[in-house]
């Protein structure tokens, strides 16, 4: 049997033997203590892309959140966040707890937060009766939205209105490299509005772990004293470090790929019976809509697809790494076949009542 074609998320990669020889030559040290040489590399050079004073090493999207989070937001504070956020979703509630912050969630098309909605969200009254608003936070690109792209102007137009008021700007960027070369906008163009920016080298650049947040050095130091408070402080972290190095060297560009095989997949799908496409797919994540999550996924798992179910009748397919043109097609294969699966048992059923 051929190693299943996994479109669950593009986490779920592992590092190329290019990847492995970065990691095993790293020099390291101890990043406690600060002397591990690869993540202060790591740490400054992507303060410099993103054009920051500092940035930090940790390890995963949810605790560069969460720092941000913690570092901007007293405990009481109101954060806004639309409501398909990550950190709304699926952090565990780590805000509430660790944070201690009240959240109000907004809607919006694909994920995306629009600058009317926000303004009129905010909370600036005085009046103890109210938690007032402190943090924005928002993401590129959008996960439950569909891979969806923050329009430029939509940033820069929530970074005035939090500017103007006072408030932070964080930017849940765990994709967006995949925003950057999709749409041509460079890092520090959507960093300059945000007063911090995340993003994940786990994901879509395809390292085994680890995420980073960027921003002025006083917050990030900030940052530095919880990530250690939340035991998140590594050791030799420089082989971890070197993948994320050998990533932003090596697999930002062909994070275009992915686009392009998210678009064939569902150029080639699209007017099967029984599946609907119900948000665009701009970037890697393609959902389907189906009649029953968790029966389409059994059908696709006995043809060797794995794809994961985000709700009763969504299906989550994430383009990445480890997906080849021949994992493509295995996919756009096994969709068609568990569709015209559901299909001949909804129609014995029908002959059956
Ligand atoms: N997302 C994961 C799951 O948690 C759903 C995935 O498979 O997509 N921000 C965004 C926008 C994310 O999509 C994720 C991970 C994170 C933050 C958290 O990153 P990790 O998993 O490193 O904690």
New binding site residues.
Partial sequence: MDTPVDLR?D?VTRPTDAMREAIAKAEVGDDVFGEDPTVNELQRRVAQMVNKEAALFVP????A?LLAIKAQAQPADTVILHVDS?PFN?ESGGMAMIAGVMTKTLGGDYGILSPESVQSALCLNPDHHYSPTSLITI?NTT?RGGGAIYPIETITEIGRIARENGLKLHC?G??IFNAVVESGVPVDGYASHCDTISF?F??GLGTPVG?ILAGPLETIDLAHRYRKMFGGGMRQAGILAAAALYALDNHVGRLKDDHRRAREFRTTLEGVDGIEFPLPSPTNIVYLKVRDAMEFIGHLAERGVLALPLSRSRVRF?FNLNVDDNGLERAIEAVRRAAHAVARKDSQRAQLS
Avoid: L, P, W
Wanted: with cysteine; net charge neutral; aromatic share 6%.
């Fill in positions: 998320s986490t995963s999207g949810t605790m959140n990550h699926y993401e996960n849940d765990a994709r994940c786990s994901k995420s994430v």
